[in-house]
């Protein structure tokens, strides 16, 4: 059992501190007054269960309507989430993971620990995808981002990039899953000759960032021309800063997709609730809440739909490796990279 | 007591890395993890060899120039050390740069740039954060040389050579390899300041390595085995120092304070200007790091005070832990030198943050939520990895102790409470203030392990820091690691001053 922290945006920040001083000390006894609220405890990312993501809205919602206690264990990024997983293994306390993406799901499924989710598959995918063990519930495709008044003509492909002389950032496959997923991207498009690609891409990048946010950052400090995202980028900056100086290249060669699914761990001793709650991921409650706070695509189209922004830059083509594929190719793919760039 | 200290400080690293290796299927390396060890070694090595060759002309500046603003530099002295790994490189970046200072200056003159990303950046930026500690750890030698020595030279009609022959190179070869070994050990470990600008995968770390191990491989054993190389060479970076040190024999002073006349002429201009462009060196990205976190400062989020609140109270709680601990160590080694102590506390430093956060969510998980810890934890992890620079800070001044006072206050059977109120607290007051800063402002910075236990609403700042980073709000990233900053820098000057105010 857990413990309870009251809804945070009610809360001013003087009881908040008051809150958490003691939550601190007295975890575990906070939680008697709430022993028969049943408890759903959802495995995520930090940066879905943080206060600027969509974590306190998906909670609000689910909460209001399921007669339980909504709670949300940050457990660093998507790639650390796996790794989590595996730690805790069948004594985990969680009931749901949320925010595994596919080219980790192969991994995820062969521990075994996760149990068939019985939703039909959602339809706002731009490539058809089911599995039984885990649901999506948003998705991206990534790109390259840039600053439109400094950079007037984007390469249209990777070998368009390779022949200039912009600067990149990009994230390390070894610790993050936007890096991973351009290592991906790149194998899906290019086959046997990524090596090619690769050695290609090796003068134009600046260097290669443990995780997204380093990696953003620097391009934001002009580092670099471009910086491997997301296509929806740009639109955080038009729809949050009201900044619409940045763009996403988009690539002849299609763009790799990021599926980002949930699971229901086969121990929970919640099945019921997680059911429920996994059926919630597919509702308009839960999808709206994604494009403004997670800054992906909605996995069910929104009745109101997409938000400005999120229609400026469509690939044409979209790219994802089956998982099997994906675990399959990130072996030698990783080698490839690692040889042509560590020159 | 002592010995019994630093064999639980040693149980506790290697039971961490055992209980990930448990986990885990084998320890076979294969040939890139021996690359990424290679390329530690090399980078760690370097940087620990640059900031403390670079950090001598700084320190005897210090020690021998007086002009205003001296206190200010000293303390100042402090604060790289102290950034997080990310917040240093983004200021070091507004310097050196693509698009920094530097390049803009250079284009600006015609001519072609430079670029920070490799090896040599790797170095630059571990020696702006390490730089400091090692000029302030040689600073306390030569503050600690008495002044009747100096007094001495200067009747006897010693020139600056002979005084470095007699005096100071003597006190070099005491600071210098513990100096050395502190900060190469917290150069191998170094993850997102040698990934970051790195400039690619030819610039490995055995910690990256780790990283793909734990979270993409999953292969325990694999991060084992890194880990306990990664000790290894810490283990034996400890024993290292340890044969090289010798005793500089300067018996005791009175602890006049009596100037002593500075070399005048080029020496003068020298000095200058190695302080001059040390002050430049550390204050520019410095004032990157202000300036690229104010404008943010009005509208940080709620969530930040909190965070800030538990940040503190951590680090205060830490802080406390690690000085009994380092002084009880540090003075039972002065008392009787031993491999051991020396080794169980440079461990910790030589430990990898993932692999010491995964070993004590094993160890956690099947006797409580790891949620329900995620606090004493932080504190034990703190206090376990600011140990190794509290008792590199203290070391040389216990045993200076102990060869001065050691037999006096046995003879007068000065002992237990009465001789660390009368003895050791005033005389250690400079290093103890100095270590303890060290010590708040480094648990104030702690992230590896908080990352694997918090829960809601038990974000420590650095953690906020990074999730307001990892959703796009970059501004609002850059003020919360700002007064991050500024609280880490605030606690250690306060602990700092108070030891330099207290040995006055």
Same mark, same amino acid.
Request: hydrophobic letters at 55%; glycine letters at 10%; charged letters at 15%.
């Given at each position: 059992?857990?413990?309870?922290?009251?809804?945070?945006?009610?809360?001013?920040?003087?009881?908040?501190?008051?809150?958490?001083?003691?939550?601190?000390?007295?975890?575990?006894?906070?939680?008697?007054?709430?022993?028969?609220?049943?408890?759903?405890?959802?495995?995520?990312?930090?940066?879905?269960?943080?206060?600027?993501?969509?974590?306190?809205?998906?909670?609000?919602?689910?909460?209001?309507?399921?007669?339980?206690?909504?709670?949300?264990?940050?457990?660093?990024?998507?790639?650390?989430?796996?790794?989590?997983?595996?730690?805790?293994?069948?004594?985990?306390?969680?009931?749901?993971?949320?925010?595994?993406?596919?080219?980790?799901?192969?991994?995820?499924?062969?521990?075994?620990?996760?149990?068939?989710?019985?939703?039909?598959?959602?339809?706002?995918?731009?490539?058809?995808?089911?599995?039984?063990?885990?649901?999506?519930?948003?998705?991206?495709?990534?790109?390259?981002?840039?600053?439109?008044?400094?950079?007037?003509?984007?390469?249209?492909?990777?070998?368009?990039?390779?022949?200039?002389?912009?600067?990149?950032?990009?994230?390390?496959?070894?610790?993050?899953?936007?890096?991973?997923?351009?290592?991906?991207?790149?194998?899906?498009?290019?086959?046997?000759?990524?090596?090619?690609?690769?050695?290609?891409?090796?003068?134009?990048?600046?260097?290669?960032?443990?995780?997204?946010?380093?990696?953003?950052?620097?391009?934001?400090?002009?580092?670099?021309?471009?910086?491997?995202?997301?296509?929806?980028?740009?639109?955080?900056?038009?729809?949050?800063?009201?900044?619409?100086?940045?763009?996403?290249?988009?690539?002849?060669?299609?763009?790799?997709?990021?599926?980002?699914?949930?699971?229901?761990?086969?121990?929970?001793?919640?099945?019921?609730?997680?059911?429920?709650?996994?059926?919630?991921?597919?509702?308009?409650?839960?999808?709206?809440?994604?494009?403004?706070?997670?800054?992906?695509?909605?996995?069910?189209?929104?009745?109101?739909?997409?938000?400005?922004?999120?229609?400026?830059?469509?690939?044409?083509?979209?790219?994802?490796?089956?998982?099997?594929?994906?675990?399959?190719?990130?072996?030698?793919?990783?080698?490839?990279?690692?040889?042509?760039?560590?020159? | 007591?002592?010995?019994?200290?630093?064999?639980?400080?040693?149980?506790?690293?290697?039971?961490?890395?055992?209980?990930?290796?448990?986990?885990?299927?084998?320890?076979?390396?294969?040939?890139?993890?021996?690359?990424?060890?290679?390329?530690?070694?090399?980078?760690?090595?370097?940087?620990?060899?640059?900031?403390?060759?670079?950090?001598?002309?700084?320190?005897?500046?210090?020690?021998?120039?007086?002009?205003?603003?001296? +206190? !200010? &530099?000293?303390?100042? @002295?402090?604060?790289?050390?102290?950034?997080? =790994? *990310? $917040?240093?490189? %983004? #200021?070091?970046?507004?310097?050196?740069?693509?698009?920094?200072?530097?390049?803009?200056?250079?284009?600006?003159?015609?001519?072609?740039?430079?670029?920070?990303?490799?090896?040599?950046?790797?170095?630059?930026?571990?020696?702006?954060?390490?730089?400091?500690?090692?000029?302030?750890?040689?600073?306390?030698?030569?503050?600690?040389?008495?002044?009747?020595?100096?007094?001495?030279?200067?009747?006897?009609?010693?020139?600056?050579?002979?005084?470095?022959?007699?005096?100071?190179?003597?006190?070099?070869?005491?600071?210098?390899? +513990? !100096? &050395?070994?502190?900060? @190469?050990?917290?150069?191998?470990?170094?993850? =997102? *300041? $040698?990934?970051? %600008? #790195?400039?690619?995968?030819?610039?490995?770390?055995?910690?990256?390595?780790?990283?793909?191990?734990?979270?993409?491989?999953?292969?325990?054993?694999?991060?084992?085995?890194?880990?306990?190389?990664?000790?290894?060479?810490?283990?034996?970076?400890?024993?290292?120092?340890?044969?090289?040190?010798?005793?500089?024999?300067?018996?005791?002073?009175?602890?006049?304070?009596?100037?002593?006349?500075?070399?005048?002429?080029?020496?003068?201009?020298?000095?200058?200007?190695?302080?001059?462009?040390?002050?430049?060196?550390?204050?520019?990205?410095? &004032?990157?790091?202000?300036?690229?976190?104010?404008?943010?400062?009005?509208?940080?989020?709620?969530?930040?005070?909190?965070?800030?609140?538990?940040?503190?109270?951590?680090?205060?709680?830490?802080?406390?832990?690690?000085?009994?601990?380092?002084?009880?160590?540090?003075?039972?080694?002065?008392?009787?030198?031993?491999?051991?102590?020396?080794?169980?506390?440079?461990?910790?430093?030589?430990?990898?943050?993932?692999?010491?956060?995964?070993?004590?969510?094993?160890?956690?998980?099947?006797?409580?939520?790891?949620?329900?810890?995620?606090?004493?934890?932080?504190?034990?992890?703190?206090?376990?990895?600011?140990?190794?620079?509290?008792?590199?800070? &203290?070391?040389?001044?216990?045993?200076?102790?102990?060869?001065?006072?050691?037999?006096?206050?046995?003879?007068?059977?000065?002992?237990?409470?009465?001789?660390?109120?009368?003895?050791?607290?005033?005389?250690?007051?400079?290093?103890?203030?100095?270590?303890?800063?060290?010590?708040?402002?480094?648990?104030?910075?702690?992230?590896?392990?908080?990352?694997?236990?918090?829960?809601?609403?038990?974000?420590?700042?650095?953690?906020?820091?990074?999730?307001?980073?990892?959703?796009?709000?970059?501004?609002?990233?850059?003020?919360?690691?700002?007064?991050?900053?500024?609280?880490?820098?605030?606690?250690?000057?306060?602990?700092?001053?108070?030891?330099?105010?207290?040995?006055?």
């Amino acid at each position: 059992m857990g413990f309870s922290i009251p809804d945070q945006s009610v809360a001013s920040w003087r009881d908040l501190m008051k809150t958490r001083l003691l939550a601190a000390g007295l975890a575990t006894i906070a939680t008697q007054g709430m022993a028969d609220t049943p408890v759903l405890t959802v495995l995520t990312y930090d940066s879905f269960a943080s206060e600027w993501g969509p974590g306190p809205g998906v909670e609000a919602t689910f909460e209001a309507t399921c007669g339980c206690d909504l709670q949300f264990v940050p457990a660093g990024d998507g790639a650390a989430l796996l790794a989590r997983v595996q730690l805790e293994g069948a004594g985990s306390q969680a009931d749901v993971v949320l925010g595994l993406d596919t080219s980790l799901t192969d991994a995820a499924a062969a521990t075994g620990l996760f149990a068939p989710h019985g939703v039909a598959a959602p339809t706002g995918l731009p490539v058809p995808y089911d599995d039984p063990l885990f649901l999506p519930f948003d998705w991206g495709w990534f790109a390259f981002v840039y600053d439109k008044t400094k950079l007037s003509s984007p390469p249209t492909s990777f070998e368009a990039l390779a022949a200039s002389d912009l600067k990149v950032v990009i994230e390390d496959p070894r610790s993050s899953t936007p890096g991973l997923g351009l290592l991906l991207w790149v194998k899906a498009a290019y086959g046997d000759r990524a090596d090619e690609i690769w050695a290609g891409l090796a003068d134009n990048i600046v260097t290669v960032t443990p995780g997204w946010s380093e990696a953003y950052g620097l391009f934001l400090e002009g580092e670099a021309d471009m910086v491997l995202s997301y296509t929806t980028s740009p639109a955080y900056h038009l729809i949050a800063e009201a900044d619409d100086t940045k763009a996403a290249a988009l690539f002849d060669e299609g763009h790799y997709l990021q599926v980002e699914v949930a699971g229901k761990l086969a121990a929970t001793d919640q099945p019921e609730l997680a059911d429920a709650f996994l059926q919630f991921t597919q509702s308009e409650a839960f999808q709206s809440l994604i494009p403004t706070t997670n800054w992906m695509y909605p996995a069910v189209p929104l009745a109101g739909g997409l938000p400005e922004g999120f229609d400026a830059f469509h690939p044409v083509k979209s790219l994802l490796m089956s998982p099997a594929d994906a675990a399959a190719a990130r072996g030698p793919a990783l080698d490839e990279w690692r040889a042509a760039l560590a020159q | 007591m002592a010995l019994g200290l630093a064999l639980a400080l040693l149980a506790l690293v290697l039971a961490l890395v055992l209980a990930v290796a448990w986990r885990g299927t084998g320890l076979a390396l294969g040939p890139a993890d021996w690359a990424a060890v290679r390329f530690s070694l090399v980078q760690a090595g370097l940087s620990a060899l640059v900031s403390t060759v670079l950090a001598i002309p700084v320190a005897r500046a210090l020690a021998r120039r007086r002009f205003p603003g001296r +206190g !200010a &530099l000293i303390t100042l @002295m402090g604060a790289p050390f102290l950034l997080p =790994a *990310v $917040v240093a490189v %983004l #200021g070091l970046l507004a310097i050196f740069g693509r698009s920094g200072l530097l390049n803009r200056g250079l284009e600006a003159l015609g001519l072609p740039t430079v670029s920070i990303y490799g090896l040599h950046g790797v170095v630059l930026a571990h020696v702006f954060l390490n730089l400091p500690l090692a000029v302030r750890m040689i600073l306390q030698g030569w503050l600690a040389i008495p002044s009747e020595r100096l007094r001495l030279a200067g009747s006897l009609g010693f020139g600056p050579s002979e005084v470095f022959r007699h005096l100071e190179a003597p006190m070099l070869r005491e600071v210098l390899p +513990g !100096a &050395l070994v502190v900060i @190469m050990v917290v150069c191998l470990t170094s993850f =997102a *300041v $040698v990934l970051t %600008l #790195g400039g690619g995968p030819a610039a490995t770390t055995i910690e990256l390595a780790i990283y793909q191990a734990v979270r993409f491989d999953f292969d325990l054993g694999r991060a084992a085995g890194l880990a306990g190389v990664q000790l290894a060479i810490g283990g034996v970076a400890a024993l290292a120092a340890w044969g090289l040190y010798r005793p500089t024999g300067f018996g005791a002073g009175l602890d006049r304070r009596l100037e002593v006349a500075a070399p005048a002429g080029w020496r003068l201009w020298g000095d200058g200007l190695v302080l001059g462009a040390v002050t430049l060196f550390l204050t520019l990205p410095l &004032l990157a790091v202000l300036l690229r976190g104010l404008p943010g400062l009005a509208e940080l989020p709620a969530q930040v005070l909190p965070a800030a609140l538990r940040s503190v109270l951590v680090a205060l709680v830490s802080t406390v832990i690690a000085t009994a601990l380092a002084l009880t160590l540090a003075l039972e080694s002065a008392r009787r030198p031993r491999g051991l102590i020396e080794a169980a506390v440079t461990l910790p430093l030589a430990t990898s943050g993932l692999v010491l956060g995964t070993g004590l969510f094993l160890l956690v998980q099947p006797l409580a939520t790891p949620m329900v810890l995620a606090l004493p934890v932080t504190v034990l992890v703190n206090t376990a990895l600011s140990l190794p620079y509290l008792y590199r800070v &203290l070391l040389p001044e216990t045993r200076a102790l102990q060869a001065d006072y050691g037999r006096l206050a046995e003879s007068l059977s000065l002992s237990g409470w009465s001789r660390l109120r009368w003895l050791v607290l005033p005389r250690l007051a400079r290093p103890l203030g100095f270590g303890a800063g060290l010590a708040a402002a480094l648990s104030m910075g702690d992230l590896g392990v908080i990352a694997l236990f918090a829960g809601e609403g038990q974000a420590t700042l650095p953690l906020v820091v990074g999730q307001l980073a990892g959703a796009y709000r970059m501004e609002a990233a850059a003020a919360a690691a700002l007064l991050l900053v500024t609280l880490s820098f605030a606690l250690f000057w306060a602990f700092d001053a108070g030891g330099r105010r207290a040995a006055a």
